[in-house]
């Protein structure tokens, strides 16, 4: 900690040296604006029906609960900050962000980090007037616990769970007689039989000390039929319904595998059988070439309403191109139907549909946006505080995001941290939730040379654009950087000569992206067309994450050369 410390009191002496001497280091941003048009999105809706996804973009590992009259979401954020975005609903359908988990950078550090570590599937429960989420950070602690009396924060800090090395995915199983327990994907006992192979672990929760207590136990090795080498058996959730104990786990991996599996016992501690019909979610078994498909289906969280009808929320992805996916892993809404004692999400070989008939106390003829549908966001910045859409790389160090320094702009303050870097670029992060969309912003030309400033598309460190703006002497240069691995190249510039504003925008359509500024009012110009960008989607680009967007600066030791 102690060399991290010092790394930003240096750079914040450099930032405040840099400003003294160089006004242009403020990078100013009048607004920001984003808008989906996905064809699947335009296909009309009767009042009953809803959209899938409910939660468009990247809404991974969804765990959520029911209080009263009231859901509860949680989903993954890996290392970007805030951490764990908490959504709320009345009906399962219409979501609105209303906090997150990790809030303050004192509560966990992600720096250093890669942007697809940090904090993986989170679970949230409620017992006795307190919420629970817990949580594994897969570089920074291993799992954890944090309470709330509101599920809007604010949230305690980590309570460090002991004794589950190498445990991920935990969750959390209150039974009717008071007893707490923890569940946890874990390495297998002895040593694993072939690459995947891993278990579900439980132990004894002890709420007043927030630790695991007793033995642990494993409550399934390997999947739902350890002959056929199944991988990755993690997600654990246990419920209780009609005097047995249901185990529901993802299996097969968070690709074009995953499935959701379901066994049951009339104990916690099993022996678990498994339903002879699983998976009772998967689309694996579809044709490749399927149109607009859904992939990636699983890691399923079941819900009673207060009718009693049974709903799944569950991750999985909107495809192009058989298996590119830019948008990420979002969360979908499928009813649970019950049938001789087992909850069934989807028959096999049956598509994920994008319109469903919506639960019985669905609000009728109200939109879904923004967290799905096609919609237009935008941001004057004429706020106090950002909007919770809003994010950063590892962790918010103070001031660079600034909305008060010029009321009505978002001002950035740069640094030397880029982003292909694993500290904190001055970049404020939106998710992309479609397929087809465009993002733009206004925002003022750098007076002198030594910082550019722009909109960037980002899918991790080695996988990114960057639509930049630097002055060069009297004039400006428009410039597209493109990293798609170990080198960043311009694939794109224009000399132009500005006024004191600029206008930047991508626009994307599947796998291609384009780009264009607007230097004096008359109207766009593309700097460069369909540019290939499939290397964003997470197939390719590695890790869990969906492509974001949004306005960045730098600081630039020197001009950047040409590509």
Not at 11 to 35: I, K, M, S, T
Not at 281 to 294: C, G, I, K, S
Not at 424 to 433: C, I
Not at 478 to 498: I, K, N, Y
């Amino acid at each position: 900690m102690a060399h991290r410390t010092l790394r930003r009191v240096l750079l914040a002496w450099l930032a405040v040296a840099g400003c003294a001497v160089q006004a242009q280091e403020a990078a100013r941003f009048d607004w920001f604006d984003y808008r989906g048009h996905d064809a699947a999105f335009e296909q009309p809706l009767k009042p009953s029906e809803y959209r899938n996804p409910v939660l468009a973009g990247f809404y991974p590992d969804p765990g959520a609960v029911r209080v009263g009259d009231r859901y509860y979401l949680v989903n993954s954020s890996f290392s970007y900050f805030p951490g764990l975005p908490v959504s709320e609903s009345r009906d399962l359908v219409h979501w609105r962000t209303i906090g997150h988990v990790i809030s303050r950078p004192s509560q966990m550090d992600f720096d250093g980090q890669g942007i697809s570590r940090g904090l993986f599937a989170p679970t949230i429960a409620y017992h006795d007037g307190l919420f629970y989420v817990v949580n594994t950070n897969i570089d920074g602690g291993g799992n954890f616990v944090v309470t709330a009396k509101d599920p809007a924060g604010p949230w305690s800090d980590p309570t460090w769970l002991r004794g589950l090395d190498d445990a991920i995915d935990p969750s959390l199983f209150f039974d009717a007689d008071g007893r707490a327990y923890l569940l946890n994907n874990g390495p297998p006992p002895g040593t694993p039989r072939y690459e995947g192979h891993r278990a579900i672990w439980m132990q004894q929760f002890d709420l007043a000390t927030l630790q695991p207590i007793g033995p642990r136990k494993v409550l399934l090795d390997g999947g739902v039929d350890i002959r056929k080498q199944p991988i990755w058996i993690e997600g654990p959730h246990l419920y209780r319904r009609h005097g047995w104990y249901y185990l529901s786990c993802a299996e097969g991996g968070t690709g074009p595998q995953h499935s959701q599996v379901i066994l049951r016992s009339r104990s916690p501690w099993g022996p678990y059988t498994p339903w002879q019909g699983n998976p009772i979610l998967t689309q694996r078994d579809l044709p490749d070439d399927r149109a607009e498909p859904v992939i990636n289906a699983g890691h399923a969280e079941l819900l009673e309403a207060p009718d009693g009808q049974w709903w799944a929320l569950f991750l999985a992805s909107r495809g192009y191109g058989r298996t590119h996916f830019n948008t990420g892993r979002e969360t979908w809404l499928l009813p649970v139907r019950w049938q001789d004692g087992w909850p069934q999400i989807l028959p096999h070989g049956q598509a994920i549909p994008r319109v469903v008939a919506g639960p019985t106390d669905m609000q009728r003829d109200a939109t879904q946006a923004p967290m799905s549908g096609n919609f237009e966001w935008r941001d004057d910045f004429d706020r106090a505080t950002l909007d919770s859409a809003w994010m950063s790389l590892r962790n918010a160090s103070e001031g660079w995001a600034d909305l008060a320094a010029s009321p009505g702009w978002l001002t950035l303050h740069p640094h030397s941290d880029g982003l292909d870097s694993l500290h904190t670029p001055a970049f404020l992060a939106r998710r992309q939730q479609h397929l087809a969309f465009d993002a733009s912003t206004l925002l003022q030309v750098p007076a002198h040379s030594g910082t550019a400033a722009g909109l960037a598309a980002f899918q991790n460190e080695t996988h990114w654009y960057f639509l930049g703006v630097r002055r060069t002497g009297a004039q400006a240069e428009v410039f597209l950087e493109r990293r798609d691995g170990d080198a960043t190249r311009v694939v794109g510039r224009a000399t132009v000569s500005p006024g004191k504003a600029m206008q930047l925008r991508i626009a994307g359509d599947g796998g291609r992206y384009s780009f264009a500024y607007d230097a004096d009012g008359k109207g766009w110009r593309w700097l460069r067309r369909d540019d290939d960008a499939t290397f964003l989607s997470t197939d390719v680009a590695g890790g869990f994450l969906g492509a974001v967007l949004g306005p960045y600066a730098r600081i630039e030791a020197a001009q950047q050369p040409g590509g």
